[in-house]
Nanobody
């Protein structure tokens, strides 16, 4: 029922910037948290950044100081501003959201590809 749509990926050169966007539909409830994950070919899907309802944000060490996660004014929207991109940031990026209390629902976006060339 709940759908996440993520977008904003593309091809950039080293040092460039991209802004990823994600929006949820199919629910009137607010997400417990929203997050961005990424997955390179043959590797695990790893957490990049996460933001809680009160605005607290956490980042994986490799993106600290370069990426910023933020929530939009529209409920269940989230953004990831990516600056000073590096080739090692190349991956499929997935939006993630958690809903519920007694029963937890985790939803995923379809993925948006970020490619950083050297």
């Amino acid at each position: 029922q709940v759908r996440l749509v993520d977008s904003g990926g593309g091809l950039v050169q080293t040092g460039g910037s991209l802004r990823l966007s994600c929006a949820a539909s199919g629910t009137g409830n607010s997400a417990n948290h929203m997050a961005w994950y990424r997955q390179a070919p043959g590797k695990h899907r790893d957490l990049v950044a996460i933001i809680t309802p009160d605005g607290s944000a956490n980042y994986t060490d490799s993106v600290k100081g370069r990426f910023t996660i933020s929530r939009g004014q529209v409920k269940n929207t989230v953004f990831l501003q990516m600056n000073n991109l590096k080739p090692e940031d190349t991956a499929m990026y997935f939006c993630n959201a958690e809903f519920g209390s007694r029963i937890i629902l985790t939803a995923w976006g379809q993925g948006t590809l970020v490619t950083v060339s050297s």
